[in-house]
């Protein structure tokens, strides 16, 4: 079993700059793939990054890319997504994900993923 808490969400103006994190409790952190997603009030949740077990690979969305990034630190059993250049459009909520014990890379697909926080809610304003 896995618990995922994520933080550092909040308010923010376009052009901003936000940094989520995803602490990680319960079985060894560094098995598991994790992503981070997002829903927006009216849509449907969908994938913002993935980042592999070591950190070695990740993958974006199109919408985020070049703009946020996703890094983890194993030792302190945390996933962080760097969050630049918000936008109104990137209001949701987000989620971490966590999913494994695997050997895959990343994974974009949410029904893959075993595990989950509760979410942060990230409000941009124009």
């Known amino acids: 079993q896995v618990q995922l808490v994520e933080s550092g969400g909040g308010l923010v103006q376009a052009g901003g700059s936000l940094r989520l994190s995803c602490a990680a409790s319960?079985?060894?952190?560094?098995?598991?793939?994790v992503g981070w997603f997002r829903q927006a009030a009216g849509k449907e949740r969908e994938f913002v990054a993935t980042?592999?077990?070591?950190?070695?690979?990740?993958d974006y969305a199109d919408s985020v890319k070049g703009r946020f990034t996703i890094s983890r630190d194993n030792a302190k059993n945390t996933v962080y997504l760097q969050m630049n250049s918000l936008q109104p459009e990137d209001t949701a909520v987000y989620y971490c994900a966590a999913g494994g014990p695997t050997t895959i890379a990343t994974m974009r697909r949410s029904n893959w993923y075993n595990y989950w926080g509760q979410g942060t809610q990230v409000t941009v304003s124009s």
């Open positions: 319960g079985r060894t952190f560094s098995y598991y793939v």
């Open positions: 980042i592999s077990r070591n950190g070695g690979s990740s």
